[in-house]
């Protein structure tokens, strides 16, 4: 695998239509409306750290990405990069499965504003 680094990761993610950057988990949780909506954003407490903000059963789920190694993963696989975790899981119609709950990734919010 080849890791990002946080500046590669970063610049692949402004390209990426729900990557929402700086945003606080209760605005992002103010952006679902459905289940299967979902955005990424920047940890506000944890630098370096990317949440997948996402509804499931009418509940905002928040999952972190990057593990304490600086690792993008899921329970299951790791992946090179958050576009690419967020784009397998999207295109393959796939759960991301965590302690409790399977997050689905159907629909991507977009983000209002360019950076």
């Not at 950057?21 to 992002?28: D, K, N």
């Not at 955005?39 to 999952?63: A, C, D, F, I, W």
């Not at 992946?79 to 629909?107: E, K, M, T, W």
């Amino acid at each position: 695998m080849n890791k990002l680094s946080p500046r590669s990761q970063k610049q692949q993610l402004r390209q990426e239509v729900w990557y929402h950057g700086s945003v606080s988990r209760s605005e992002a949780e103010s952006m679902l409306t459905k289940d299967g909506d979902f955005l990424v954003r920047e940890s506000q407490g944890s630098p370096g750290q990317y949440v997948l903000t996402g509804m499931n059963n009418g509940t905002p789920k928040h999952l972190l990405l990057i593990d304490p190694e600086g690792v993008v993963r899921t329970k299951d696989r790791i992946f090179d990069s958050v576009s690419h975790l967020v784009n397998h899981h999207c295109d393959n119609a796939l759960p991301i499965i965590s302690a409790d709950s399977a997050l689905v990734l159907r629909y991507p919010v977009p983000r209002r504003t360019e950076f």
